[in-house]
């Protein structure tokens, strides 16, 4: 069976479509789709990747009327955490180091709920 190689891409509505690009670049180093063809996408490190529907009525995400949560895997979450601190953006952290790592979250600028995983 021929099976894909991973995501190519996230593509979701926004409000302010520019800000939430601008403010995904400035505080989790996410690049903005280039406007050409020559500049090269953002590019993310190899590693896992979890692909995971929930219950239409989960908790995980936190508002329930947010159908998805974004999950980036991060090296140094403490650092993570105070930078993006150091920016005023509120970070719950999860106290638990679970066998496959540690958790954080925070909600973008448009409510979205953010998951920071520091895989084990």
Do not use: S
């Not at 190519?8 to 926004?14: H, I, L, T």
């Not at 590019?43 to 329930?64: C, L, S």
């Not at 998805?68 to 953006?89: P, S, T, Y």
């Amino acid at each position: 069976m021929e099976k894909v190689l991973g995501l190519g891409g996230f593509f979701f509505r926004a409000d302010d479509p520019a800000m939430l690009a601008a403010w995904y670049h400035a505080h989790l180093g996410i690049d903005p789709v280039p406007g050409n063809y020559e500049t090269p996408c953002w590019r993310q490190a190899e590693g896992e990747t979890v692909f995971a529907p929930f219950e239409r009525v989960t908790d995980h995400f936190g508002d329930r009327e947010r159908p998805f949560m974004l999950n980036f895997r991060v090296a140094d979450l403490d650092a993570m955490i105070a930078q993006l601190e150091a920016a005023g953006i509120a970070v719950r952290r999860d106290p638990e180091t679970y066998p496959n790592g540690r958790f954080a979250w925070l909600n973008d600028p448009e409510g979205n709920p953010v998951e920071l995983w520091q895989p084990a």
